[in-house]
Nanobody, 124 residues
Framework: QVQLVESGGGLVQAGGSLRLSCVAS????????MGWFRQAPNKEREFVAA????????NYADSVKGRFTISRDNAKNTLYLQMNSLKPEDTAVYYC?????????????????WGQGTQVTVSL
């Protein structure tokens, strides 16, 4: 079992940057493909980015491609999401998740473990 704790959210102006972190408990972090999802008010949770176990293969939603970067440090049991050029429409609760589906998956139901989320608010 994996427990995930996100941090790094906050309030930022449009055009600004934030880096989210997700720390995983246990020694099995490196065996899980990982992903970030987000849920805006009154909307369903949506895929943001995914990375394979080794951090070498990534996938992004079209809405964040070129602005967000997912990465991982397996030695630190930590997943990251660097968010640049933030827009008000990026406002949401951001969740990290772990999956057993290699090399990675963009499908929410294929993730087995979830963090509790961190709020990101982007103002005009």
């Amino acid at each position: 079992q994996v427990q995930l704790v996100e941090s790094g959210g906050g309030l930022v102006q449009a055009g600004g940057s934030l880096r989210l972190s997700c720390v995983a408990s246990g020694r099995a972090f490196a065996s899980y493909p990982m992903g970030w999802f987000r849920q805006a008010p009154n909307k369903e949770r949506e895929f943001v980015a995914a990375v394979n176990r080794y951090g070498m293969t990534t996938n992004y939603a079209d809405s964040v491609k070129g602005r967000f970067t997912i990465s991982r440090d397996n030695a630190k049991n930590t997943l990251y999401l660097q968010m640049n050029s933030l827009k008000p429409e990026d406002t949401a609760v951001y969740y990290c998740a772990a999956s057993r589906r290699a090399p990675y998956t963009v499908i929410e139901s294929e993730y087995d473990y979830w963090g509790q989320g961190t709020q990101v608010t982007v103002s005009l």
